[in-house]
Every structure is written in structure tokens, then in C-alpha cells.
């Protein structure tokens, strides 16, 4: 019998009650990325809202990890795209501390179907990205994915 936080977790499609846990959690665990830039601590939060509202009207789709008995008890989540080309774009994994270095950082990659892929938010905690992916922090940043390149 496995233990594996795999056992217990579901992958469900974000709704507009997990934005405060996305926004928080992303903003906070980038915050502290040596390849967040230098936007000054008074515009932080307000810089991050206005990124990811931007990548989820744009098209990005944002996938919970949550415990299979709660759907409200947050594991972690993947916010990704896919071009029109295909390549996927992985924007950012969130595992909670409790959760890591037990494969559902990579479980919530192969979400995204792909071997590779394109990552625009680089973290010293993402070595599941670094392997295979290329980052490619500019394609956040267009108001449209396309082109990927």
C-alpha cells in the first residue's frame, strides 16, 4: 500500500474563489526569486495582480492540487498555456512546504502533456522546469501568447 500525496490529491480546474490562495501564494514564493527583478515593495502586490489577471484573460489555465476529501484544502497548482503551435507554457507551480519534494511539482507538469515546454517564472525551487523546460520570461509579459518565439 502506497503513502504517495498522490494517493490523496485531485487535480480540478481553478474557480474565482481560489484567486486570494493563487495571488498570495504566487506573489509571496516569487517575491523571494533572485530572478524576480527590482519592482519596488510598495508596487509589488499590485504588479503581481495586474500579471496574473493578465495571463488568465489571456487564455492561461490555472489547475488546483487539493486533497481528495476537501476540494478547498490547497496542495498546490500550475497556471499554463498552450500556443498555437502547441508548446505548452508553464507560468508557475505552487506546491505548499508540507507537500514538496514528493512529486506533485512533476505530477502537475505532466499536466501540461508535453516533455517540453516554455517557463516564464524562473524560482531556486524549480528544478522540475530547469530539466526541460526553457525559460522564457518575455512571453509573460505580451498582452498575447502568440508568437511563442
Request: proline share 5%.
Amino acid at each position: 500500500m502506497s503513502n504517495s500525496i498522490l494517493d490523496f490529491t485531485v487535480f480540478r480546474q481553478y474557480v474565482d474563489s481560489d484567486y486570494n490562495f493563487v495571488l498570495s501564494s504566487w506573489s509571496h514564493s516569487y517575491k523571494g526569486s533572485p530572478w524576480a527583478g527590482t519592482c519596488p515593495n510598495n508596487r509589488w502586490h499590485s504588479l503581481m495582480k495586474e500579471t496574473i489577471d493578465q495571463l488568465v484573460n489571456r487564455g492561461a489555465m490555472i489547475v488546483m492540487a487539493v486533497a481528495d476529501d476537501d476540494p478547498d484544502q490547497f496542495l498546490g497548482y500550475v497556471c499554463f498555456e498552450r500556443s498555437a503551435c502547441g508548446v505548452p507554457v508553464v507560468h508557475y507551480i505552487f506546491v505548499k512546504d508540507d507537500f514538496r519534494e514528493q512529486g506533485l511539482g512533476r505530477a502537475m507538469l505532466n499536466i501540461t502533456g508535453e516533455k517540453s515546454f516554455v517557463y516564464t517564472f524562473r524560482t531556486p525551487d524549480g528544478k522540475c522546469l530547469e530539466k526541460n523546460g526553457t525559460h522564457v520570461p518575455a512571453v509573460a509579459r505580451r498582452k498575447n501568447l502568440e508568437p511563442i518565439y
